[in-house]
């Protein structure tokens, strides 16, 4: 069902003194993941931004389930819903070595014009899954 | 009903190109005001790492609602619940300059020894709200 | 010598899987230092940004000598002085319980707007040690 | 002359409020070059660390040239010489598109174990420039 993946590498920087990967570096790799969707399908955020254009999240939902560690390699998928005005990504997360999940997350964001809130974007309406 | 409390600065780095903080950096504001709470009752994050027992997070939520830019004072509270072997931390980042709710947030929590699953901590469940 | 200080908590997510504060973060808390000792002097590198000048970094030296860990709190401290073009700021940061210097850097930075390199900004002259 | 490189994705997140690559950012990319360098050559710094056997960055040295911005791939590329006791690295990072030369680095380190230093490791001394 997911729609699009992207594998990166975890970065030692990126693990705690647990020697882990620490939490708030997931959404790092979940904000990249939708960034470089959006990036294959012609859709840039930073573009976006310097025409007043502004995707904010509104809300997140992350449920960790298996830690990632140095040397591992990280598969992202995601997926786009739309829901009233806002674009619901399901993201996941999972270990290359042996597709362990990592974190299931559901982010909810929203397009913004000078403060305003859109009811949606033309280019994005076009990469949400039916 | 928040029980403990932790001022902040936003720091220039924490701001993203749209010029305001990251949302993942409200992860690590999140993390820090538990951590230094911990360390005001006199529990040490990572002495108890040391010691092989680890606290890990197993869910986050958050809303956004309005973010906080370069200049901005944070205030950033918390008060926590146990639900089971969960520690459940309920959690609001303040704007300090108009009180302003920045984010809301439930960050449920358990703890481990050498990987093994924990009901729970002593030191923790002193802290815990009734 | 110096003449601006500021006091910071290290933060458990800035340590890294050796378990003390990871080199990379000594620039967070050095640009933080910078940018603090400028709001003080009614000088904001972000609303400068928004003007169309922004100050660069051009070089950076850093000499490590001890670590900071979990629970620390370091004295990060400066002074300015003005080569040619550039405005070089001679900093060390400290910890705090033993006073043992942690690190030893020095930062040249430049003044641009609109990509031009300027041959300096009165508000940051005035500034400057003598 | 340099003997390894690593092509990274600028992600949209390292940028800061000037919607460059922050700074401090350049040190995450130089230590990830240099760790999965390492780890090409069957040394992990993470494995060493718990082997009691600690890589440490003691000195560094970068000079800014041109910014990487969202959407630029870079290209990091090393080689490594020994002088004394130290491991020296000589980096630079090259915008992919133009070949632009972003930053040259230079980053002295020592080996220690349990705190102490150590005159060198056979496993990094195999991988040093002759």
């Not at 790799?29 to 310097?50: A, G, I, K, P």
Request: aromatic share 10%.
């Amino acid at each position: 069902m997911y729609t699009y993946e992207l594998e990166l590498k975890v970065r030692d920087y990126e693990c705690d003194l647990q020697g882990i990967v620490n939490n708030s570096v997931y959404q790092n790799y979940l904000e990249h993941t939708r960034h470089e969707f959006l990036l294959e399908n012609n859709v840039s955020f930073s573009d976006l931004h310097n025409q007043g254009i502004d995707a904010v999240v509104a809300r997140v939902q992350i449920s960790y389930k298996n830690s990632l560690r140095p040397k591992d390699t990280l598969v992202s998928k995601l997926y786009v819903k739309k829901e009233g005005v806002k674009y619901v990504f399901h993201q996941a997360i999972f270990r290359k070595s042996d597709d362990k999940l990592c974190i299931k997350a559901k982010v909810e964001s929203v397009v913004t014009q000078g403060g305003k809130l859109l009811s949606g974007l033309p280019a994005f309406d076009a990469l949400v899954d039916k």
